[in-house]
């Protein structure tokens, strides 16, 4: 029969046994205490931490466009340039970089009576299919908060006010230098200008034009004393002529005037011709009309000139016979000699004042044509020098219109600002720190690692105080 006994302990190991235990109460103690401070810095947070509110508001870039048109002295018309002017997201941009910059919030600071520091920092956010931008505010009141949020908004807008006046003050620097020297160099034009308009006695341009039509006035008028010169000179010949001519035509106006049949011959010869004239001018050279009477009027005149020559016994024309036609056979024919001398004096007298006009009139033309010929000379000049004049002013007037379109484009520059949203005052329950789910999540994620550390801790040290083996003395 064989004999089975079991292991008996030796007395180290029961020591250790009852060392394990200690050791398991020792570390779960420590668990308790961890998880009470963990929980008690949780609870402190939740309670002591001062709280701070949160206050947003909405800040709109407006957009502009400078619609400024100016109009030059040459007629151009001239309006700012837009190279300058960025789109309203890069504003946008632009006004987001200065409320995140430390002079921004030191100004804003300043206005709530803190320092940077103590005013924090300030959540901003943009959506680019808009261009309001998003701004958030902390304090630890409501009240601050909306203050703090005020503030923000008011230095901004200060800022940029700031900003444009001093790229206004930067364009203007140099503008005025331009301007000053454009308006000496209009100064200069003009008394060139004038002196040599008061020494070459050009006044204007209407006075070349006015002395040209006086010119063409005096040449109608020499025009027509010429022609009555020419007319008076005729008639003055052909009373000489007719006074020489009166003795003999006398009688052989005579001679015709008492031939019946040459007298009627000639009247009727006249009724004929005016009769032709009078259809011709009507129907035309052509017409059958016509040819027939012209017929009959030649006709008619070879008979007069045939009896005319008859009876003064030599050949005679029409001429003679016409100029024959008005003397008579009365006795005062003799005293119309006496009034051909007189209207032969009187014409003379005429064309000798209307020669002596003439003469007068062309040395005027003379005079003032040269006179013409200077004042365009002159005109040339004068026009130069106001070209001169006209290049100075436009540059004068660029000038000034550049000074006026630096504050045209400044807001498309830096576009003005609006609250889109009022800054909100947040209600005394809604604060966002201490934030109690935080602090729970904190002290659950806490009290997780402590204790399981912990318990790590305890299993690792368990396991290197078990022995590597145990013995199991048989008996047999």
Known sequence: ??????????????????????????????????????????????????????????????TTASDVDVTLPDGLRTSPSS???????????????????????????????????????????????????????????????????????????????DLRKSEVARRERGTREDVDSA???????????????????????????????GIEQLRQQYAQALAQERGLDGR???????????????????????????????????SAAAEYADISSQLGDQHPQVVAKRAEVEGLLAAVETRGSFLLGRQVDQKTLTQLAPLSIDPRVAASRGTLFESAVADRASQKGLQSQTTELANQINVLETRLGTLTQNKFEADRLRQ????????????????????????????????????????????????????VVGALAGSFLATTGLLLLWTNRKDEEMPESVDFPFRA
């Open 1 to 62: 029969m064989t004999d089975l006994s079991f292991p008996q302990f030796p007395p180290q190991e029961r020591t250790d046994k009852i060392h394990s235990q200690r050791s398991k109460w020792n570390y779960l103690g420590l668990g308790l205490l961890a998880n009470t401070l963990i929980w008690g810095a949780a609870l402190a947070y939740i309670t002591l931490s001062p709280k701070e509110y949160k206050s947003e508001f909405g800040v709109k870039v407006l």
């Open 83 to 161: 190279n300058n002017s960025g789109s309203a997201a890069d504003s946008r941009s632009d006004y987001v970089y200065l409320l995140n910059s430390k002079a921004l919030k030191k100004e804003a600071a300043a206005q709530v009576g803190m320092t940077v520091a103590d005013y924090g920092d300030l959540e901003v956010t943009t959506n680019p299919d808009s261009s309001i931008i998003e701004l958030v505010v902390e304090g630890e009141s409501p009240e601050l908060a909306q203050e703090k949020a005020r503030a923000m908004y008011a230095a901004l807008d200060q800022t940029i006010e």
């Open 183 to 213: 308006r000496l160099q209009v100064t200069e034009a003009q008394k060139k200008l004038s002196g040599y308009q008061a020494s070459s006695g050009l006044n204007s341009d209407s006075q070349i034009d006015n002395l040209a039509s």
């Open 388 to 439: 001169d004049l006209n290049t100075a002013e436009t540059r004068f007037a660029s000038s000034v219109a550049t000074l006026g379109l630096s504050r045209a484009d400044i807001y498309a520059i830096y576009p003005p600002i609006q609250i889109a949203a009022e800054p909100t005052l947040p209600d005394e329950d809604k604060y966002v720190s201490p934030s109690p789910t935080i602090a």
């Open 236 to 270: 003055v010949r052909q009373l000489a002529t007719d006074i020489n001519d009166s003795s003999a035509g006398a009688g052989d106006a005579y001679s015709l005037q008492g031939d019946p049949v040459y007298q009627s011959q000639f009247v009727e010869y006249g």
